[in-house]
């Protein structure tokens, strides 16, 4: 059985909440909205609506046809800035999962995070499509350098900015007890993988460790928009985890674990 919290904060600065987000069913996701004046929250709106649009038209995709729908968001919102002004150079994040009973499909652009926290530790499941990002990949930053990094937020993806764009993809087995973490920047901005794993180890009802993330981010400033959701899968009759072949290339592929609990 999965239970799920979810917890939206525009922070303590801005003066909107630009993210969007979507958690229903077996279906979660986040984007973060960029362009400011409406255009941003405009975007994130339309890339979660393409995706619940898209899983209600095909309820059981694949990865490839997971990985169609963002391409599809992202060729509609290209196509909505070129036809408004007011839109112009408006994008988004999006970073989604879908649970198949015991699978989960990851599909992934820009810098929101999906993290995995299974067995007291947690893992980073995607990579941010940041300017810090890529040279901290290219062994040009430290990680340390990267998480203060001036370009931080700017992003080398983003849905709607070009009528391609690479999605990360990748799927996994869920296994017993695994808590999953989506949330946009306003959150992994502030707070460490040490802290967040922290919260996480605590597992508390997954809504009241949403809202323990969310009061972590804005007790260090909350400049950004927040935006969490917690996944708890407690079924026991599904299949016993180990660590899966496949999630250990995920994690050869994108990260080392952060932080144990
Ligand atoms: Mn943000």
């Given at each position: 059985m999965l239970s799920v919290g979810v917890k939206s904060d525009k922070?303590?600065?801005?003066?909107?909440?630009?993210?969007?987000?979507?958690?229903?069913?077996?279906?979660?996701?986040?984007?973060?909205?960029l362009g400011g004046h409406l255009a941003g929250e405009v975007a994130s709106k339309l890339a979660i609506d393409e995706l619940v649009r898209g899983i209600e038209e095909n309820p059981l995709?694949?990865?490839?046809?997971?990985?169609?729908?963002?391409?599809?968001?992202?060729?509609?919102?290209?196509?909505?800035?070129?036809?408004?002004?007011?839109?112009?150079?408006?994008?988004?994040?999006?970073?989604?999962i879908q649970i198949l009973e015991d699978r989960v499909l990851l599909g992934h652009v820009g810098d929101s995070r999906a993290y995995l926290y299974r067995g007291g530790e947690l893992c980073q499941l995607t990579v941010d499509h940041s300017l810090s990002g890529e040279l901290y990949r290219?062994?040009?930053?430290?990680?340390?350098?990267?998480?203060?990094?001036?370009?931080?937020?700017?992003?080398?993806?983003?849905?709607?900015?070009?009528?391609?764009?690479?999605?990360?993809?990748?799927?996994?087995?869920?296994?017993?007890?695994?808590?999953?973490?989506?949330?946009?920047?306003?959150?992994?901005?502030?707070?460490?993988g040490e802290e967040l794993s922290a919260i996480l180890a605590e597992r508390d009802d997954p809504q009241i460790t949403a809202e323990r993330l969310v009061e972590a981010a804005l007790a260090k400033g909350g400049q950004d928009n927040i935006t969490?959701?917690?996944?708890?899968?407690?079924?026991?009759?599904?299949?016993?985890?180990?660590?899966?072949?496949?999630?250990?290339?995920?994690l050869e592929k994108f990260q080392t674990p952060i932080g144990v609990s």
């Open positions: 922070g303590k600065v801005r003066q909107r909440n630009e993210d969007s987000y979507c958690a229903r069913d077996n279906l979660f996701a986040v984007a973060d909205g995709p694949g990865l490839e046809e997971f990985e169609k729908i963002f391409h599809q968001a992202n060729r509609q919102i290209c196509q909505l800035a070129e036809a408004n002004p007011q839109y112009h150079g408006m994008g988004t994040t999006l970073t989604a290219k062994g040009e930053l430290s990680e340390q350098e990267a998480e203060h990094h001036p370009q931080k937020h700017v992003l080398t993806r983003a849905l709607g900015t070009f009528q391609e764009v690479d999605v990360d993809t990748s799927s996994f087995r869920l296994g017993v007890g695994d808590l999953l973490l989506l949330c946009t920047d306003g959150l992994h901005g502030k707070v460490s969490v959701i917690v996944i708890k899968n407690d079924e026991d009759e599904l299949v016993d985890y180990e660590f899966s072949l496949e999630l250990d290339e995920i």
